[in-house]
């Protein structure tokens, strides 16, 4: 079943923060998010293992709850190169970690 | 480095025709997945290979879809007797090591059966 993402939308001005959400009804092993931006390919952003790790890079960071099967990606100070639909992708298990289940996705906008 | 390549960027077929489309993965990355996305959708799996052994291929909708990756790098997803619905994005992505690892996607193809 396909993870849930919310908002399923959001306009930020430049600047400002957001949070997206991704949760599973299933137990996870880890976490990948991916921006795309229209036209173009998803892109890597970052790997969450379960242990409720947190991660960041510059103004972007995750967390992840696998009690929950929940995680979250947090851009702060937002610039226009976020915008772009957002994507968590989760793997249940080791044995197949590889395959990736993705979310419904978040588009996110940024404005000046 | 040169990325993920696909072939050919966009292919138009008439109902009932095969199409194979091409991914060339990053040099040295041992992981192949495809994938298919809808607009507006996230990536649907369909199937992986580690190296040359074609690891998991439940996402393939029906027998008429098939992938192969001879020597463990290019790979080709066919599809046979293609039918209108099979139109849509067709993505490839890499990864440089087995098991959980961030994957590279390529431009993809975009299918059309007409």
């Known amino acids: 079943q396909q993870p849930v993402q919310s908002p399923q939308a959001v306009i930020l001005r430049e600047g400002e923060d957001a949070v997206i959400n991704c949760s599973s009804s299933k137990a996870l092993y880890s976490v990948h998010w991916y921006r795309q931006k229209h036209g173009e390919a998803p892109v890597f952003l970052m790997i969450?293992?379960?242990?409720?790790e947190q991660k960041g890079h510059e103004k972007i960071s995750a967390s992840f709850n696998e009690k929950k099967q929940q995680s979250s990606l947090y851009l702060t100070a937002s610039q226009l190169s976020y915008s772009g639909t957002y994507f968590c992708g989760t793997a249940k298990n080791t044995g197949t970690a590889s395959k990736l289940t993705f979310g419904t996705g978040t588009r996110l906008q940024v404005t000046l | 480095g040169a990325g993920v390549s696909q072939s050919p960027r966009y292919k138009v077929t008439k109902r009932g025709q095969d199409v194979a489309l091409r991914c060339d993965p990053i040099s040295g990355h041992v992981s192949l997945y495809w994938y298919r996305q809808a607009l507006g959708q996230g990536p649907e799996f369909l199937t992986y290979f580690n190296y040359e052994a074609q690891q998991d291929k439940s996402g393939l909708p029906n027998d008429r879809f098939s992938a192969e990756r001879p020597e463990g790098s290019i790979s080709t997803l066919t599809i046979q007797r293609t039918e209108q619905r099979d139109s849509a994005m067709y993505r490839c992505a890499s990864s440089p090591r087995i098991d959980t690892y961030e994957q590279y996607f390529g431009p993809g193809t975009r299918l059309t059966v007409t």
């Open positions: 969450l293992l379960k242990g409720g």
